[in-house]
Each structure stands twice: as C-alpha cells, then as structure tokens.
Nanobody, 124 residues
C-alpha cells in the first residue's frame, strides 16, 4: 500500500537547521508531484514548498523563501525539505504529500497521499 514516512524533525534553537525526509513506497514516486505542508497548534495546515515530479521546478511559500528549499531523489524515492535559519514561528507538524494530477500547488485537496507528519520545534 502507499506509504509516506517523514523523518528528521526535532527540537532546535532559533537560527539552526534541520533537514526533513519523506520516504515513499507503494506507488511510482517519479510520476507524482510532491509538497510539504505544516500545521502549527491552533492553526490551519498550510503549504510550505512544492516540487514537480522530475524535480526541475519548485514553489516555496513566501514566509520561508530564502530559508527553506525542497528537493527530491527519484532513485531513492525520497523527498527532502532543507530548513535553514529556523524561527520559532516555524514550529509545527510537517507533512509530505503526493499529487498525481497537480504540481506546485498548496491546495490540500489536490494531493492524493499524505504522511503522518514529523514534529519540528524551534525555541528562541
């Protein structure tokens, strides 16, 4: 069955870095566009970064532009989110998602599959 498993979350001080990974299985990873979303306590889930199936084009949400970048390794069936210069407001549960039909979008209903999330906590 389809699985998306996130890892790499943790606690870090402001200004630090983390790299999240999302390991995919059960479907043809290279056929799907992918994205990272996050949800902070008491807030709606929001898109963070998205990438095309081949990895050639990305879309990064304004609040993380210049600090976060998304990449993928289709041979390893893995999606990444490199997060630098982390801020307390980046604290959230981070989810990866896969879409068979839409790319570079942050609309949740465009995504077929979701992971269970990995927690990122940034302290000041």
């Amino acid at each position: 069955q389809v699985q998306l498993v996130e890892s790499g979350g943790g606690s870090v001080q402001a200004g630090g870095s983390l790299r999240l990974s999302c390991a995919a299985s059960g479907y043809t990873f290279s056929d799907y566009c992918m994205a990272w979303f996050r949800q902070a306590p008491g807030k709606e889930r929001e898109g963070v970064a998205a990438i095309t199936s081949g990895g050639g084009t990305i879309n990064v949400e304004d609040s993380v532009e210049g600090r976060f970048t998304v990449s993928r390794d289709n041979a390893k069936k893995t999606l990444y989110l490199q997060m630098n210069t982390l801020k307390p407001e980046d604290t959230a549960m981070y989810y990866c998602a896969a879409s068979s039909s839409h790319c570079l979008t942050f609309r949740e209903f465009h995504y077929n599959y979701w992971g269970q999330g990995t927690q990122v906590t940034v302290s000041s």
